[in-house]
């Protein structure tokens, strides 16, 4: 997910200062994982340079001034067209979990031992969302499946690939 | 480790058919009212062992206790007596008998145990609005979905309170929506009832469910869970 092109669809929503979208962004979006207030401003100022969004209120008094970011005709294009456009499919090598299995297996590192540990993580995980999942709202319940889904095929690949790594060694050239 | 606190405690259990080994030397422990997931390839020897805990398969080899008793030395009688008043059972197809209504299916377990009719039936039909099919309570076990049926047979395998619940794929049946919703009545029930779950799966969704993972191949326990608290 293009975290830029979800800050910009928030403000579409409603219009909202920095602090308010940052918060707006880690309840629908963030899941584990919080935006950074920089990155909300950033991104900001950024939509602001670029005609996607504008300032339409600036309050000012004895706290730092506080701009309210509005959402712009050619903002609500942009955000037509992201929604619209399939996303490329990842190829395996963007996967960080592939790419080590793949350097432990040339370099003689213990494979079984990377994919048992991510499978630990994973199933760690699993059982948070599915825990969550029990008292989700309808919304929280789309995002917790999204990603129950994903660390499901990656367990799947995980499971796959252990049971292939005699093949996966001779493949990559590993003498272990 | 307290020894009262083990529902499951299997050490060293070896079961072959025929000349072909199905467990070789598996030990487990498992703590009253919690919940393990048992997983494995096709063939990896998770039904045989789930079978040698449930009572339904003895042994070998090896010494295994469930709920207080001692299955590698019971009688096939003395292990049916044990089913029957201290383990439930879940499995893909439910397997209730089609031509009861699921009233009856769920109220079978008590009669069998010597329960009269009278007491039984409002246990069954509270058990069976939990799992939230009271409304069909009256219809043919063969004649709802499969989903009205797999809660149903949970209740049946819950409803005289068992020290634990065995369920072999209980959800394979159904789509994810209501395998969940299966799950959750299933783990929340025993949870209730303080029963021990043992739910054999090939599925890391369905085992994300449970407390805790044991992982099965070539008869041989590879990977698990340390018990923990």
Not at chain 1, 35 to 45: K, N, P, T
Not at chain 2, 59 to 67: E, H, N, R, W
Not at chain 2, 105 to 134: D, H, I, K, S, Y
Request: net charge neutral; aromatic share 4%.
């Amino acid at each position: 997910m293009s975290t830029s092109q979800a800050l910009l669809a928030l403000l579409e929503v409603e219009p909202a200062h920095g602090y308010t979208l940052k918060h707006r962004y880690d309840k629908r979006f963030a899941g584990a994982t919080p935006i950074a207030f920089g990155q909300v401003y950033a991104a900001l100022s950024r939509f602001e340079q670029q005609g996607l969004a504008s300032v339409s209120e600036v309050e000012s008094g004895s706290h730092p001034e506080r701009k309210r970011y509005e959402i712009t005709p050619d903002g609500v294009t942009r955000i037509d067209e992201w929604v619209a456009s399939a996303e490329r499919p990842t190829l395996y090598s963007a996967s960080a979990l592939y790419a080590k299995v793949s350097v432990a297996l040339m370099s003689g590192r213990p494979a079984d031992k990377v994919l048992e540990r991510q499978r630990d993580v994973h199933m760690v995980r699993m059982r948070q969302l599915t825990e969550q999942r029990r008292t989700a709202s309808v919304a929280g319940l789309l995002a917790i499946t999204f990603e129950l889904n994903h660390l499901d095929a990656d367990l799947r690949w995980i499971d796959e690939a252990g049971q292939q790594l005699g093949q996966l060694r001779s493949d990559t050239g590993s003498t272990r | 480790m307290n020894e009262s606190t083990l529902t499951i405690d299997a050490q060293d259990v070896h079961l072959s058919y025929g000349q072909t080994p199905a467990l070789r030397g598996v030990s487990l422990i498992c703590r009253t009212g919690e919940s393990v997931a048992l997983m494995g390839p096709s063939g990896s020897g998770k039904s045989s062992l789930l079978h040698c805990l449930a009572g339904v398969l003895r042994p070998d080899g090896g010494q295994l206790t469930v709920a207080g008793a001692r299955l590698d030395t019971l009688s096939e009688r003395a292990r049916s007596q044990l089913r029957l008043s201290r383990l439930g059972m879940v499995f893909q197809f439910g397997n209730l008998i089609p031509e009861l209504t699921l009233l009856e299916n769920v109220m079978l377990p008590l009669q069998l145990l010597g329960e009269r009719a009278v007491a039984a039936r409002p246990r069954a039909l509270a058990l069976l609005g939990r799992l939230q099919v009271a409304e069909v309570s009256t219809r043919l076990a063969g004649e709802v979905s499969g989903g009205e049926a797999q809660r149903a047979a949970v209740a049946r395998a819950l409803v005289h309170e068992p020290a634990v619940l065995f369920a072999d794929e209980p959800t394979g049946a159904l789509d994810t929506a209501s395998a969940d919703r299966v799950l959750d009545s299933l783990l929340g029930l025993a949870r209730e009832t303080g029963s021990t779950v043992v739910l054999v799966t090939h599925e890391n969704r369905i085992a994300a469910h449970c407390d805790r993972l044991l992982s099965i191949r070539d008869g041989v326990m590879v990977a698990h869970d340390a018990v923990t608290g």
